[in-house]
Protein backbone atom coordinates (compact mmCIF):
# COMPACT_ATOMS: atom_id res chain seq x y z
CA UNK A 1 0.00 0.00 0.00
CA UNK A 2 1.30 3.34 -0.83
CA UNK A 3 -0.53 6.08 0.69
CA UNK A 4 -1.84 8.93 -1.41
CA UNK A 5 -0.53 11.70 1.01
CA UNK A 6 2.90 10.55 0.32
CA UNK A 7 5.26 12.19 -2.15
CA UNK A 8 8.85 11.42 -3.20
CA UNK A 9 11.65 13.74 -4.07
CA UNK A 10 15.51 13.23 -4.53
CA UNK A 11 18.56 15.71 -3.57
CA UNK A 12 21.96 15.87 -2.59
CA UNK A 13 23.52 15.77 0.18
CA UNK A 14 26.98 14.87 2.12
CA UNK A 15 27.83 13.78 -1.11
CA UNK A 16 25.34 11.90 -1.84
CA UNK A 17 21.85 11.49 -3.68
CA UNK A 18 19.11 10.99 -1.10
CA UNK A 19 15.77 9.74 -2.17
CA UNK A 20 12.96 10.37 -0.18
CA UNK A 21 9.24 10.12 1.08
CA UNK A 22 7.69 13.28 2.07
CA UNK A 23 4.10 14.73 3.13
CA UNK A 24 3.03 18.28 3.87
CA UNK A 25 4.13 21.95 4.34
CA UNK A 26 6.08 23.46 7.27
CA UNK A 27 8.56 23.20 9.40
CA UNK A 28 10.90 20.53 8.42
CA UNK A 29 10.28 16.95 10.51
CA UNK A 30 13.29 14.49 9.38
CA UNK A 31 12.22 10.94 10.16
CA UNK A 32 15.17 8.47 9.93
CA UNK A 33 14.42 4.66 9.45
CA UNK A 34 17.01 2.10 10.72
CA UNK A 35 17.31 -1.82 9.97
CA UNK A 36 16.28 -3.59 8.49
CA UNK A 37 13.77 -1.03 7.16
CA UNK A 38 12.66 1.65 4.69
CA UNK A 39 11.06 5.00 5.04
CA UNK A 40 7.56 3.26 4.18
CA UNK A 41 8.33 2.21 7.90
CA UNK A 42 7.02 5.97 8.74
CA UNK A 43 3.94 5.97 6.31
CA UNK A 44 1.12 5.98 9.26
CA UNK A 45 3.01 9.21 11.07
CA UNK A 46 4.08 11.25 8.31
CA UNK A 47 0.24 12.36 7.25
CA UNK A 48 -0.33 13.00 10.93
CA UNK A 49 2.79 15.40 11.16
CA UNK A 50 1.55 16.75 7.44
CA UNK A 51 -1.72 17.13 9.15
CA UNK A 52 -0.41 19.07 12.24
CA UNK A 53 1.36 22.01 9.83
CA UNK A 54 5.19 19.97 9.09
CA UNK A 55 6.70 19.61 6.35
CA UNK A 56 7.68 15.46 7.37
CA UNK A 57 10.55 13.81 4.81
CA UNK A 58 11.60 10.37 5.08
CA UNK A 59 14.62 9.68 3.21
CA UNK A 60 16.29 6.48 2.55
CA UNK A 61 19.45 5.97 4.47
CA UNK A 62 22.55 6.05 3.23
CA UNK A 63 22.97 2.49 0.83
CA UNK A 64 19.33 1.81 0.75
CA UNK A 65 18.21 1.87 -2.07
CA UNK A 66 17.05 3.89 -4.25
CA UNK A 67 19.48 6.53 -2.37
CA UNK A 68 23.45 6.06 -3.39
CA UNK A 69 25.82 3.78 -2.09
CA UNK A 70 29.27 5.89 -1.25
CA UNK A 71 31.85 5.13 -3.33
CA UNK A 72 34.16 3.89 -0.29
CA UNK A 73 32.39 2.66 2.75
CA UNK A 74 31.37 4.95 5.05
CA UNK A 75 28.86 4.56 7.49
CA UNK A 76 29.78 5.33 11.15
CA UNK A 77 28.09 7.60 13.47
CA UNK A 78 29.29 10.42 12.88
CA UNK A 79 29.01 9.93 9.48
CA UNK A 80 25.07 9.83 9.68
CA UNK A 81 24.72 12.52 12.12
CA UNK A 82 26.19 14.51 8.97
CA UNK A 83 23.62 13.09 6.64
CA UNK A 84 21.14 14.33 9.01
CA UNK A 85 22.32 17.21 8.91
CA UNK A 86 22.83 17.99 5.33
CA UNK A 87 19.31 16.54 4.86
CA UNK A 88 18.27 19.58 7.26
CA UNK A 89 20.15 22.09 4.99
CA UNK A 90 19.40 20.70 1.57
CA UNK A 91 15.55 20.76 2.46
CA UNK A 92 15.80 24.07 3.57
CA UNK A 93 14.78 23.41 7.47
CA UNK A 94 15.42 26.11 10.00
CA UNK A 95 15.79 26.24 13.41
CA UNK A 96 12.13 25.19 14.50
CA UNK A 97 13.19 21.56 12.74
CA UNK A 98 12.21 18.49 14.47
CA UNK A 99 14.22 15.56 14.70
CA UNK A 100 12.90 11.82 14.65
CA UNK A 101 14.90 8.62 14.38
CA UNK A 102 14.06 4.66 14.70
CA UNK A 103 16.98 1.74 15.26
CA UNK A 104 19.82 3.78 13.60
CA UNK A 105 18.06 6.74 12.67
CA UNK A 106 17.82 6.94 16.69
CA UNK A 107 21.64 6.85 16.86
CA UNK A 108 21.53 9.29 14.12
CA UNK A 109 19.57 11.65 15.77
CA UNK A 110 21.29 11.72 18.76
CA UNK A 111 24.77 12.72 17.31
CA UNK A 112 23.29 15.05 14.53
CA UNK A 113 21.64 16.85 17.58
CA UNK A 114 24.65 16.85 19.52
CA UNK A 115 26.71 17.65 16.36
CA UNK A 116 24.89 20.70 15.41
CA UNK A 117 22.55 21.57 17.86
CA UNK A 118 21.10 24.92 16.86
CA UNK A 119 19.23 23.20 13.66
CA UNK A 120 17.15 20.93 15.85
CA UNK A 121 14.14 22.38 17.88
CA UNK A 122 13.12 19.03 19.68
CA UNK A 123 13.88 15.44 18.86
CA UNK A 124 12.39 12.26 19.21
CA UNK A 125 14.17 8.54 19.30
CA UNK A 126 12.77 5.24 19.30
CA UNK A 127 13.83 1.29 19.78
CA UNK A 128 17.33 2.46 20.70
CA UNK A 129 18.19 4.35 23.74
CA UNK A 130 21.51 6.66 23.96
CA UNK A 131 24.20 4.26 24.09
CA UNK A 132 25.29 4.42 27.69
CA UNK A 133 21.41 3.46 28.81
CA UNK A 134 21.46 0.67 26.30
CA UNK A 135 24.75 -0.45 28.11
CA UNK A 136 23.12 -1.03 31.35
CA UNK A 137 21.68 -3.88 29.72
CA UNK A 138 24.35 -4.79 27.19
CA UNK A 139 26.24 -7.38 28.69
CA UNK A 140 23.07 -9.25 30.35
CA UNK A 141 23.20 -12.63 29.20
CA UNK A 142 19.97 -12.48 27.57
CA UNK A 143 20.66 -9.09 26.00
CA UNK A 144 23.63 -10.86 24.54
CA UNK A 145 21.52 -13.20 22.94
CA UNK A 146 19.15 -11.01 21.30
CA UNK A 147 22.37 -8.92 19.88
CA UNK A 148 23.73 -11.88 18.32
CA UNK A 149 23.51 -10.38 15.22
CA UNK A 150 26.07 -7.78 16.29
CA UNK A 151 28.65 -10.61 15.77
CA UNK A 152 27.83 -12.57 13.06
CA UNK A 153 27.47 -9.51 11.17
CA UNK A 154 31.40 -9.19 11.59
CA UNK A 155 31.95 -12.83 9.71
CA UNK A 156 32.82 -12.66 6.30
CA UNK A 157 30.15 -15.52 5.56
CA UNK A 158 27.55 -12.87 7.07
CA UNK A 159 26.66 -10.98 3.65
CA UNK A 160 25.85 -14.46 1.60
CA UNK A 161 23.86 -16.06 4.11
CA UNK A 162 21.64 -12.78 5.18
CA UNK A 163 20.90 -12.81 1.34
CA UNK A 164 20.12 -16.26 1.17
CA UNK A 165 16.51 -17.56 0.72
CA UNK A 166 15.22 -14.07 -0.52
CA UNK A 167 16.44 -12.50 2.82
CA UNK A 168 15.01 -15.41 4.74
CA UNK A 169 17.63 -13.82 7.76
CA UNK A 170 15.43 -10.24 7.71
CA UNK A 171 12.41 -12.32 8.29
CA UNK A 172 13.32 -13.90 11.14
CA UNK A 173 14.75 -10.55 12.34
CA UNK A 174 11.53 -8.90 11.80
CA UNK A 175 9.40 -12.12 13.47
CA UNK A 176 11.92 -11.79 16.51
CA UNK A 177 11.58 -8.27 17.31
CA UNK A 178 8.16 -7.39 16.65
CA UNK A 179 6.38 -11.06 17.86
CA UNK A 180 2.90 -10.95 16.26
CA UNK A 181 3.24 -8.72 14.16
CA UNK A 182 2.03 -9.34 9.95
CA UNK A 183 5.12 -7.53 8.25
CA UNK A 184 4.52 -9.05 5.01
CA UNK A 185 4.18 -5.61 3.17
CA UNK A 186 6.94 -4.26 5.11
CA UNK A 187 9.26 -6.55 4.64
CA UNK A 188 8.41 -6.41 0.71
CA UNK A 189 9.64 -2.63 1.03
CA UNK A 190 12.82 -3.45 3.02
CA UNK A 191 14.02 -6.57 0.04
CA UNK A 192 13.34 -3.40 -2.62
CA UNK A 193 16.23 -1.35 -0.89
CA UNK A 194 18.25 -4.39 0.08
CA UNK A 195 17.73 -7.09 -2.42
CA UNK A 196 21.14 -6.21 -4.06
CA UNK A 197 24.00 -7.05 -3.09
CA UNK A 198 25.80 -3.27 -2.62
CA UNK A 199 22.80 -2.50 -0.86
CA UNK A 200 23.08 -5.25 1.42
CA UNK A 201 26.30 -4.58 2.25
CA UNK A 202 25.92 -0.86 2.81
CA UNK A 203 23.24 -2.06 5.33
CA UNK A 204 25.63 -4.53 7.02
CA UNK A 205 28.12 -1.67 6.61
CA UNK A 206 26.64 0.27 9.28
CA UNK A 207 27.72 -2.25 11.89
CA UNK A 208 30.86 -3.11 10.16
CA UNK A 209 32.20 0.86 11.22
CA UNK A 210 29.94 1.10 14.50
CA UNK A 211 29.74 -2.08 16.36
CA UNK A 212 32.60 -3.97 15.73
CA UNK A 213 34.47 -6.42 18.66
CA UNK A 214 37.22 -3.79 19.05
CA UNK A 215 34.48 -0.63 19.30
CA UNK A 216 31.87 -2.16 21.25
CA UNK A 217 32.81 -0.63 24.44
CA UNK A 218 31.82 2.83 23.37
CA UNK A 219 27.91 1.45 25.29
CA UNK A 220 29.68 2.00 28.27
CA UNK A 221 31.24 5.30 27.35
CA UNK A 222 30.24 8.78 28.49
CA UNK A 223 27.80 10.43 26.46
CA UNK A 224 26.80 14.51 26.85
CA UNK A 225 22.90 15.16 27.19
CA UNK A 226 21.40 16.87 24.42
CA UNK A 227 20.69 20.76 23.92
CA UNK A 228 16.78 19.70 23.20
CA UNK A 229 14.01 18.04 24.90
CA UNK A 230 14.45 14.73 23.97
CA UNK A 231 10.97 12.16 23.68
CA UNK A 232 12.06 8.65 24.05
CA UNK A 233 9.53 5.29 22.80
CA UNK A 234 9.98 1.81 23.27
CA UNK A 235 7.89 -1.27 22.73
CA UNK A 236 6.88 -3.14 25.63
CA UNK A 237 7.36 -6.46 23.49
CA UNK A 238 10.55 -5.34 21.36
CA UNK A 239 12.77 -8.39 20.88
CA UNK A 240 15.69 -6.19 19.83
CA UNK A 241 16.40 -4.55 22.80
CA UNK A 242 15.15 -5.42 26.04
CA UNK A 243 14.43 -2.66 28.26
CA UNK A 244 12.32 -1.79 31.85
CA UNK A 245 10.70 0.77 32.83
CA UNK A 246 13.51 2.08 35.54
CA UNK A 247 15.69 1.77 32.62
CA UNK A 248 13.61 3.49 29.82
CA UNK A 249 13.05 6.24 32.65
CA UNK A 250 16.77 6.95 32.51
CA UNK A 251 16.92 7.94 29.09
CA UNK A 252 15.20 11.32 29.91
CA UNK A 253 19.11 12.19 31.88
CA UNK A 254 20.11 12.83 28.32
CA UNK A 255 17.73 15.74 27.26
CA UNK A 256 17.39 18.69 28.07
CA UNK A 257 14.59 19.87 30.39
CA UNK A 258 11.27 19.04 29.01
CA UNK A 259 12.69 15.73 28.34
CA UNK A 260 10.38 12.36 28.85
CA UNK A 261 9.95 8.75 27.99
CA UNK A 262 7.41 6.17 27.37
CA UNK A 263 6.69 2.23 27.48
CA UNK A 264 4.58 1.88 24.59
CA UNK A 265 2.26 -1.40 25.30
CA UNK A 266 1.64 -4.11 23.01
CA UNK A 267 4.28 -2.83 20.50
CA UNK A 268 7.82 -4.44 19.66
CA UNK A 269 10.63 -3.25 18.23
CA UNK A 270 8.70 -1.43 14.77
CA UNK A 271 6.47 0.44 17.04
CA UNK A 272 5.48 3.37 14.61
CA UNK A 273 3.80 0.15 12.57
CA UNK A 274 2.30 -2.13 15.70
CA UNK A 275 0.95 0.98 17.56
CA UNK A 276 1.19 3.67 15.40
CA UNK A 277 -2.05 5.89 17.06
CA UNK A 278 -0.27 5.78 20.17
CA UNK A 279 3.41 6.39 18.98
CA UNK A 280 1.45 9.37 16.75
CA UNK A 281 -0.34 11.26 19.82
CA UNK A 282 2.90 10.52 21.76
CA UNK A 283 5.03 12.23 19.15
CA UNK A 284 2.72 15.54 18.16
CA UNK A 285 1.49 15.76 22.11
CA UNK A 286 5.78 16.58 22.70
CA UNK A 287 6.92 18.22 19.28
CA UNK A 288 3.67 20.47 19.53
CA UNK A 289 2.10 22.45 16.74
CA UNK A 290 4.36 24.84 14.38
CA UNK A 291 5.08 27.92 16.14
CA UNK A 292 4.84 26.58 19.79
Excluded at 39 to 58: E, N
Excluded at 224 to 250: M, N, T, W
Aim: one cysteine or more.
Amino acid sequence: MTLPTLKTGSLRANGLDFHYLEAGEGPLALCLHGFPDSPMTWRHILPALAAAGYRAVAPYMRGYAPTEVPSTPAYDGSVLASDANALHQALGGKEDAVLIGHDWGALAAYGAALMDPVRWRRCVTLSVPPLPVFGQVAFDYAQIKRSFYFWFFQMKIAPAAVAANDLAFIDGIWADWSPGYDAREDLAYVKRCLGASENLAAALGYYWANISPQTFGIVVDPQPALAQPLLYLHGSRDGCIALSEKVVQAVPAYGASGSKAAIIANAGHFLTLEQPGPVTAQILDFIGQPGQ
